[in-house]
């Protein structure tokens, strides 16, 4: 489900750094928003990155 259908976006991993230098995991997640798009004359509903919603690599439905 964390993956953008127009960009590939998803999930990056990375490190928390705290005050002491002391590393613990975390995860960088993609801003998604699930919308209906017209792809081929059909309407869909699909995951969608926001980054791409406003660049308008989608067309709404």
Do not use: D
Not at 17 to 44: Q, W, Y
């Amino acid at each position: 489900m964390a993956k953008c259908y127009a960009t590939g976006k998803k999930v990056l991993f990375g490190k928390n750094v705290s005050h002491s230098h002391k590393k613990t995991n975390r995860t960088f997640k993609p801003n998604l928003k699930r919308v209906k798009i017209l792809e081929n004359g059909h309407v869909k509903r699909v995951w969608v990155s926001t980054r791409a919603l406003r660049s308008r690599l989608v067309e709404r439905a």
